[in-house]
């Protein structure tokens, strides 16, 4: 695209007249577009007296800018009314561009704080605030039509005592949260769901392994496959086996620091806390079976690549991680 004033100005139909450069920038320029009566669209107009806008514009680097724009009055020949012509990307009765108010939105969407960006751009903090609350409309209005993800994350998470939970959708191509509903339930979130636009895209959906999730998913999302989150796997599995644990040694399953320690990876237990658990497991076989399964299943699903070549395999025979993993999962006592 060859650099003319328009990309210059990040405005449509502006010609730069003169431009001084000092701190502010000014810059004064004439609009070039078509203009219409903004009443009846009528193109048949009487030129009348000029008029000048000074607005705010987005800066250059540090420097701030002003934009001078030389415009005209105008007869409508079709409705008989007068006008002020607009310009494009300035909307009437404004002091600044849409590009310098979405330049300050922007920064402070990025934590810029009111006072600092006020100090900076010398507007109000009032003016900031508005601006603010007009950008996140727009972007709330924007995310509304946006279409639903192809990768798909629901989960749950505790919101408010009064409200209870709450259940987030996640953009997970992307690392985005797409949207947050108050609620849990097939009930709660079904008005939501019913209306949720372009659920046809959605390729995978990643849950935990509840059935309530599951159920809504293969109502809503019936050409999505579903996939369970690993780390609910894993807690589930953990839960699990100490449910056996507590079967096999009722007594012991009770003592809190062997239960701590037998939660923790192998790898990150201090010198003195392997020595103690290694005797407890020494004494009960069954135990240590449970425990190196347990820790060479969450080796196992720690790592993204070895499950992608485990799914790749089709869950063959041999087990991807011990055959390659220059460690043992298991403490060396066992061995
Ligand atoms: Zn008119």
Redesign the pocket.
């Known amino acids: 695209m060859p650099l003319n004033d328009e990309s210059i100005l990040n405005l449509p139909f502006l010609h730069i007249r003169k431009c001084e450069d000092r701190n502010p920038v000014l810059i004064e320029a004439d609009y070039t577009g078509p203009v219409?009566?903004?009443?009846?669209?009528?193109v048949?107009?009487r030129k009348k007296c000029p008029f000048v806008r000074r607005v705010r514009h987005e800066s250059i680097g540090e420097r701030l800018v002003w934009l001078i724009l030389r415009g005209y009055k105008y007869l409508?020949?079709?409705?008989?009314?007068y006008?002020r012509q607009r310009f494009e990307g300035l909307l009437p009765y404004q002091r600044a561009t849409e590009p310098f108010r979405n330049e300050v939105c922007q920064d402070h969407h990025d934590g810029i704080c009111q006072r600092q960006l006020a100090r900076r751009t010398g507007l109000g903090s009032a003016t900031i605030e508005r601006w603010y609350h007009r950008f996140l409309t727009r972007k709330m209005a924007e995310r509304k039509n946006a279409p639903c993800p192809r990768v798909l994350g629901i989960d749950e998470h505790f919101f408010t005592r009064k409200d209870g939970y709450a259940t987030t959708f996640c953009d997970l191509q992307h690392h985005r949260v797409y949207d947050v509903v108050l609620g849990r339930s097939e009930a709660a979130l079904e008005s939501y769901l019913a209306k949720l636009p372009d659920k046809h895209r959605v390729r995978v959906v990643c849950i935990d392994l509840s059935s309530s999730y599951r159920e809504i998913v293969r109502r809503h999302f019936p050409r999505a496959q579903i996939v369970a989150d690993r780390f609910h796997v894993m807690r589930l599995i953990g839960h699990t086996i100490h449910q056996l644990w507590r079967q096999l040694d009722p007594v012991q399953s009770r003592n809190r620091g062997l239960r701590s320690l037998l939660r923790r990876r192998a790898d990150r237990l201090e010198p003195d806390q392997a020595q103690n658990l290694g005797r407890y497991l020494q004494a009960h076989p069954a135990i240590e079976a449970l425990y190196c399964f347990k820790q060479e299943l969450w080796e196992l699903l720690r790592r993204r690549d070895s499950i992608l070549r485990l799914v790749g395999r089709g869950f063959g025979s041999s087990w991807p991680v011990s055959s390659n993993s220059k460690k043992p999962p298991c403490p060396a006592w066992s061995r």
């Open positions: 219409r009566c903004p009443h009846c669209e009528s048949q107009l409508c020949r079709g409705c008989g009314r006008f």
